[in-house]
């Protein structure tokens, strides 16, 4: 519960700043990708940066610079299919509550439009991104964010964990 609360005011009072610019130029070069990152609510730009950074921080030592440029790329984009879902700070923390207290009532409730953008945003990311001119562990990342990593093997799993470790953290 403190941890919600801290994350609810982390998300009111969310800001970008001129550092976070020029981090988007470097790792989303094409300006369709930069504008569509910027479509999200701030709070879900802040949430996506940040989680970038701490790949940045924890794993750059065991990251060569093609895994790093996949996973900073997929840290900006995992959460863009929560785009124009309805989701923001409230309904969030809402969404958060009901999937706790009743999970099965609430996986149910996806006709509610935010309640289906906490649920299936990263298959909705996956279809949007797959507009764009990316490499498919992009895609894999995004889609695969929520699922239980112990499944995903290979060289695209090891960057999907190390993804849904670094989302945990923020
Ligand atoms: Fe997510
Ligand atoms: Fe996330």
Redesign the pocket.
């Given at each position: 519960m403190k941890q919600r609360i801290k994350q609810f005011l982390k998300a009111i009072t969310a800001k970008i700043v001129l550092e976070d610019e020029e981090f988007l130029n470097k790792y989303l070069k094409d300006q369709r990708l930069k504008g569509l990152f910027r479509q999200l609510p701030v709070f879900e730009q802040r949430?996506?940066l940040d989680?970038a950074y701490t790949i940045l921080e924890k794993y750059s030592q065991v990251l060569d610079d093609n895994e790093k440029n996949l996973l900073i790329k997929g840290a900006l984009l995992?959460?863009v299919g929560k785009i124009g879902t309805g989701l923001n700070p409230l309904t969030k923390s809402l969404a958060v509550v009901i999937d706790k207290l009743f999970p099965q009532i609430a996986k149910k409730l996806t006709f509610i439009k935010f309640i289906d953008g906490y649920y299936n945003h990263p298959i909705k990311g996956g279809q949007i991104l797959k507009k764009y001119d990316l490499p498919p562990d992009v895609i894999y990342l995004v889609e695969n964010?929520h699922k239980n990593s112990k499944n995903h093997y290979g060289h695209s799993g090891k960057l999907l964990k190390i993804l849904m470790d670094c989302?945990d953290l923020?």
């Open positions: 949430h996506s989680v995992h959460d964010h989302d923020n």
